[in-house]
């Protein structure tokens, strides 16, 4: 991986564009690092959103309003489909949230692909593991799950592909973990995978990994792709997907009137649309310090690159830390569970525990000394088969962003010191 880190002059713009970076929302210092669950906001797609929302008009009509709320769909839709999602055709799906898209789409599919078995692997958030248990159990397939491997944090490419054969109707493997950063090569495994059956049904989770990283529909070969904005700098209230167009086409809940491709169900809301524009529109402006490039898919994908080099970058000074302050490797009392060596891409998460202390507790210690970070634990239906089959049975989930700086990862190593330190002044 190549070392890059944005210069102070671009990091001190970029985190002008976001709220609450310094400051939660009732002015008390924090470090929000916890993006896996909800990122930092960009303040251009709350306030795109607001704008949209102030408009009454319905867009479905022929007046110029309603033509300027299509055209702000339009762009959304061109910007999802060819940027986010980096397809060519097919359809966009749009629902409340990236959970509801996994399930209609893994039904659409299911119901009605022929196949006896249907597969995901042990390491996928709910959504997806059991939208594809769900829909095998009601039409009688058998569920196959590919095992974690505790090593990497991810499933073995090899895992996967031994589950798969001439009767899969459908394969489901996540971008990225939300548990360890690990990246699946999703190209590889439908390379892979369609030589065992060559028609073979793909989608990939692409929730945690699209907010920090290019990624490409065409390229990887995928049927299918989901996405939350809200952990992509955007807002609450929408989740997305891209379908392939043999997937669109599959019966699927719609009015009957409309094209067979159509997944749009009722009155489009136009001011959701305008804030993944203004995402899709900043993660550009990213990009345009790094090419001189004015195609907007090239500058998104130059921007989404810096991005995840950052983050990468910022993860190794939190691993190892620097002469001032040990990284989290080093730290005697801190455990780092699911890491890898600093060559390895992956999505910037830290799966950590302070020895001797409870997850839930140790999350506790981080927040009253002002970072928050998540714990995910074997009791919570989240975690559970995710953290087993990964040979723990919880960690602290640490996810800063782009945002941050090398200084706010040392004040973090520093906390967990103190942390450690007041730990083993208890236990005395
Ligand atoms: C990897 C992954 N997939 C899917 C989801 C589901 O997102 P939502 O709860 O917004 O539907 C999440 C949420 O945490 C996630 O991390």
Aim: contains cysteine.
């Amino acid at each position: 991986m190549e070392h890059f880190l944005f210069d102070d002059a671009l990091l001190k713009e970029i985190r002008e564009k976001f709220y609450y970076v310094e400051k939660d929302h009732t002015g008390k210092k924090r470090l929000f690092f916890e993006n896996s669950g909800g990122s930092l906001r960009l303040k251009a797609a709350v306030e795109a959103k607001a704008k949209m929302e102030e408009i009454p008009d319905c867009p479905e009509r022929t007046n110029n309003i309603a033509e300027f709320l299509q055209a702000t769909k339009q762009k959304a839709l061109t910007d999802l489909r060819e940027i986010v999602f980096g397809a060519k055709g097919g359809s966009i799906v749009c629902e409340l949230t990236a959970s509801q898209v996994m399930f209609r789409i893994v039904r659409a599919i299911v119901e009605n692909v022929p196949g006896t078995n249907v597969i995901t692997t042990s390491v996928e958030h709910p959504s997806a593991h059991d939208a594809a248990q769900t829909f095998a159990m009601r039409t009688g397939k058998e569920f196959r799950v590919a095992m974690g491997n505790p090593k990497t944090g991810g499933v073995d490419i090899d895992e996967i592909l031994r589950h798969v054969d001439k009767d899969t109707c459908l394969l489901s493997v996540m971008s990225a973990s939300n548990v360890s950063g690990y990246l699946f090569d999703i190209k590889t495994i439908v390379k892979e995978a369609r030589k065992i059956k060559p028609d073979l049904f793909i989608i990939t989770d692409g929730v945690q990994h699209l907010p920090h990283s290019s990624f490409s529909a065409e390229e990887t070969g995928v049927d299918a792709v989901n996405f939350a904005p809200y952990k992509a700098f955007g807002i609450r209230g929408c989740g997305y997907g891209w379908v392939s167009d043999r997937v669109a086409t599959l019966p699927h809940d719609k009015l009957l009137g409309k094209v067979p491709e159509e997944w749009e169900l009722g009155t489009f809301p136009h001011p959701n649309f305008a804030a993944i524009s203004a995402v899709v529109d900043y993660v550009c402006w990213v990009g345009s310090h790094f090419t001189s490039s004015t195609d907007r898919k090239e500058l998104y994908f130059a921007g989404r690159d810096k991005i995840h080099a950052h983050e990468h970058a910022l993860w190794v000074r939190m691993m190892d830390g620097t002469d001032k302050v040990p990284g989290l490797r080093k730290q005697e009392g801190v455990d780092v569970f699911l890491d890898s060596s600093n060559d390895t891409d992956r999505d910037f998460i830290a799966a950590v525990g302070i020895k001797g202390m409870d997850m839930a507790s140790a999350a506790r210690e981080y927040y009253k000394r002002g970072v928050t970070v998540f714990e995910r634990v074997n009791t919570s239906l989240y975690s559970k088969r995710i953290l087993e089959s990964l040979g723990i049975t919880g960690c602290i989930r640490v996810s800063p962003l782009h945002c941050h700086t090398v200084d706010e990862i040392d004040e973090f190593l520093k906390i967990t010191q103190e942390i450690v330190a007041d730990q083993r002044l208890a236990a005395k």
